[in-house]
């Protein structure tokens, strides 16, 4: 059998004692922490989209209208610098948060896999409670079953994991551009006035379907709370599993590379400096620059919306993840100094209460932008929900880091744990000496 994380493998339990400060007391690192408070914060940049409406504002901002320079560059400074790069972080980061917790628990003695089946299985008994009662851009139960298969195959050599990762994500990238490209090519040729009959009507048939969805979502989220969610189970209830069908072949390679990374000392300072320098300075600047080459391509064209959801769906990953990894390495280096200051421990604070925000902040959007609540859906454009953003960042670091210096644990992080270990736990703080 495959070393498992801990003895061979287990240089987080090895090197406890080098990781530079990264490792508090009870355990937790506060690298982790603060890529999740970052993560957290960052994704919200980018639902906002979705929030406000339409979906598809999340891959052009010129649909169903074209929109002006200003709401333009507002779209793309979120899509340079947080599109695609905030979800790689999130998913990374669970895979090691999985990786960490089983290692722990198969530590202690316990069955770590069994815990974390049933604190998964809960996990996507959230997201469809989430899906239902509150925002359709649910990523709980795709996380769910993500995290499930990880489980099968944690105990893996890393150089297995990462072959597996990258066979799933190579091979659903090429078929997903087969079958996006001819498509894609057809809207590009309408643009130049060059298309073929047959190509005109494809791409007016897709623009069509677009708009139909633009125009059914204003009516459904501009309605009541009891009307959005029963439409949601009588005309799209499978909708989580048709969203797992799209985003595991993405999700599941980046988990698995985050057990990688957490088996290689990455998230414990241990690299050799030379590499994390690689990621920091490397990583970050050439994701960036692939991003921006994309980025002057699709602005003089208005960001066609059939070209950018192929791109966003599958065709911009190696871009993400190398950002992704960049920041991951900024944060990691940064961490025993940015941990300790004021916005460090809130943004600490933010990633330690990850899952109360995320859903907290679906809560909050949710009342600003449909029926039930302010009714705003479908008004801001790009440039004006950067505002929305703004509020959800305060509220996110407002509330977190006075919670935790009363409470061990967020409030959906205490009701989660509890349903996973079948018990009731409390939340208060441990007196010290």
């Given at each position: 059998m495959p070393k498992a994380i801990t003895g061979g493998n287990a240089r987080t339990v090895r090197r406890a004692g080098t990781t530079g400060g990264l490792q508090g007391a009870d355990g937790r690192l506060a690298s982790l922490d603060l890529i999740r408070g970052v993560a957290v914060l960052g994704i919200l940049a980018i639902n906002i989209a979705g929030f406000s409406g339409p979906s598809l504002g999340t891959f052009t901002p010129d649909f169903p209208a074209p929109a002006g320079l200003p709401d333009e560059a507002a779209w793309a400074f979120g899509f340079l610098f947080f599109e695609g790069k905030m979800r790689a972080l999130f998913a990374i980061l669970f895979g090691a948060g999985l990786a960490l917790q089983c290692e722990r628990m198969d530590?202690?003695?316990d069955d770590g896999d069994v815990i974390q089946v049933r604190r998964l299985a809960w996990l996507?008994?959230?997201?469809?409670?989430?899906?239902?009662?509150?925002?359709?851009?649910?990523?709980l139960f795709v996380y769910g079953c993500c995290g499930i298969a990880v489980?099968?195959?944690?105990?893996?050599?890393?150089?297995?994991?990462?072959?597996?990762?990258a066979g799933v994500i190579v091979t659903a990238t090429a078929i997903d551009l087969w079958s996006a490209l001819p498509l894609a090519g057809a809207e590009e040729a309408v643009q130049l006035g060059n298309a073929s009959l047959a190509q005109q009507t494809q791409v007016l048939a897709r623009?069509?379907?677009?708009?139909?969805?633009?125009?059914?979502?204003?009516?459904?989220?501009?309605?009541?709370?009891?009307?959005?969610?029963?439409?949601?189970?009588?005309?799209?209830?499978?909708?989580?599993?048709?969203?797992?069908?799209?985003?595991?072949?993405?999700i599941l390679p980046l988990m698995l590379l985050g057990v990688v990374l957490l088996r290689s000392g990455f998230f414990h300072g241990?690299?050799?400096?030379?590499?994390?320098?690689?990621?920091?300075?490397?990583?970050?600047?050439l994701g960036l620059a692939l991003t921006a080459l994309v980025l002057a391509w699709a602005w003089p064209r208005?960001?066609?919306?059939?070209?950018?959801?192929?791109?966003?769906?599958?065709?911009?990953?190696?871009?993400?993840?190398?950002?992704?990894l960049g920041y991951a390495a900024?944060?990691?280096?940064?961490?025993?100094?940015?941990?300790?200051?004021?916005?460090?421990?809130?943004?600490?604070?933010?990633?330690?209460?990850?899952?109360?925000?995320?859903?907290?902040?679906?809560?909050?959007?949710?009342?600003?932008?449909?029926?039930?609540?302010?009714?705003?859906?479908?008004?801001?454009?790009p440039l004006d929900r950067w505002a929305f953003?703004?509020?959800?960042?305060?509220?996110?670091?407002?509330?977190?880091?006075?919670?935790?210096?009363?409470?061990?644990?967020?409030?959906?992080?205490?009701?989660?744990?509890?349903?996973?270990?079948?018990?009731?736990?409390?939340?208060?703080?441990?007196?010290t000496a």
């Open positions: 530590r202690s003695g996507m008994v959230f997201g469809t409670l989430h899906y239902l009662l509150l925002w359709w851009g649910d990523i489980l099968f195959v944690r105990r893996l050599p890393c150089a297995v994991l990462l072959g597996l990762a623009l069509d379907l677009y708009q139909a969805n633009a125009q059914a979502q204003a009516s459904l989220y501009h309605s009541g709370f009891i009307d959005i969610a029963m439409s949601k189970l009588r005309h799209d209830p499978f909708w989580l599993f048709t969203m797992t069908g799209h985003a595991w072949s993405e241990e690299w050799p400096p030379l590499g994390m320098k690689w990621l920091r300075l490397g990583a970050t600047t208005q960001f066609p919306p059939i070209a950018m959801t192929m791109l966003l769906g599958k065709g911009l990953w190696p871009a993400h993840l190398l950002t992704a900024i944060l990691v280096s940064a961490a025993p100094r940015l941990s300790e200051s004021r916005i460090g421990m809130r943004l600490v604070a933010a990633g330690r209460v990850a899952f109360s925000n995320y859903i907290g902040t679906s809560l909050l959007m949710c009342a600003l932008f449909y029926g039930w609540g302010a009714d705003l859906f479908g008004q801001p454009g953003v703004f509020i959800g960042w305060i509220a996110m670091l407002a509330w977190s880091r006075p919670w935790l210096i009363r409470y061990r644990r967020g409030p959906l992080e205490l009701l989660w744990r509890s349903l996973s270990l079948r018990k009731r736990l409390k939340n208060g703080l441990i007196p």
